[in-house]
């Protein structure tokens, strides 16, 4: 079945630093791919989202790439700061679905230290 | 986007006693909700998807008489876990989808049950 692999956590950087949180993904046809964040206390947002292959999502100075050639959605941001800090969420939904459901990756714990 | 509150955000109940989660929508009717249930260290899995007005669709392996879900208006949704056990001690999740052409799912805060 579907499923997504994004790489364990904790991730602890200083501010201003590059981030990368690798995801990859398995499915059959073409899903949708979405990055979700929670914030201490606080449901999960949607960060940002790619429908279709080569389609950049973006938010909050934060991109992620679909990359169909590799099954990839990679979270980049050039600069980290402290509020930043929280729990980032790769996940997938079968666009073919009727009721979208999503599949997610376990997580991921980012802290940034001033 | 959609407002959804989840409650109680934190439970401890002992083993054999029933505990009972709302999700509700607040500034949105949500003909479907799904709950989530996550363990330490693992994915969110989907439990079961919430339809106003019928049964819910569970996924396979969850058992429906243990984990009774209820959609009896547009605006709210509740996970009873019964007879409950330490083993059932995880963060229950819902989440609602979004309307017409926005199929953006919207979560709640996450509620966390601890049996003891």
């Known amino acids: ?29 073409y899903p949708s791919l979405f990055w979700y964040v929670q914030y201490p206390g606080e449901g999960l947002q949607l960060l940002l989202k790619a429908t279709k292959a080569d389609d950049k999502g973006s938010n909050k100075g934060f991109e992620a790439t679909y990359r169909k050639e590799t099954t990839s959605f990679h979270l980049e941001k050039g600069s980290v700061q402290v509020s930043d800090s929280a729990v980032y969420f790769c996940a997938l939904s079968d666009r073919g679905g009727a009721t979208n459901k999503l599949i997610f990756g376990t997580g991921t714990l980012l802290a940034v230290q001033p | 986007g959609a407002v959804v509150s989840q409650h109680p955000s934190r439970v401890i109940c002992k083993s054999g006693t029933s505990v009972k989660i709302e999700c509700r929508s607040l500034d949105f009717q ?17 439990m079961a998807t919430s339809n106003e007005g019928s049964k819910a669709t569970y996924e396979q392996g969850v058992e429906k008489d243990k984990f009774l879900i209820n959609h009896a208006s547009l605006t709210l949704s509740t996970l009873t876990v019964t007879s409950a056990h330490p083993e059932d001690s995880s963060f229950y999740i819902c989440s609602v989808l979004g309307g017409g052409k926005n199929t953006e799912a919207f979560f709640g805060q996450g509620t966390r049950l601890t049996v003891v």
Do not use: H
């Not at chain 1, 364990?8 to 690798?22: K, R």
């Not at chain 2, 249930?37 to 969110?44: E, I, N, V, W, Y």
């Open chain 2, 30 to 46: 949500a003909t479907t909700m799904f709950w989530y249930r996550q363990f330490p260290k693992q994915s969110l899995m989907l």
């Open chain 1, 1 to 29: 079945g579907d499923s997504v692999t994004q790489m364990e956590g904790p991730v602890t950087l200083s501010e201003e630093a590059f981030l990368t949180i690798n995801c990859t993904y398995t499915a059959t046809g």
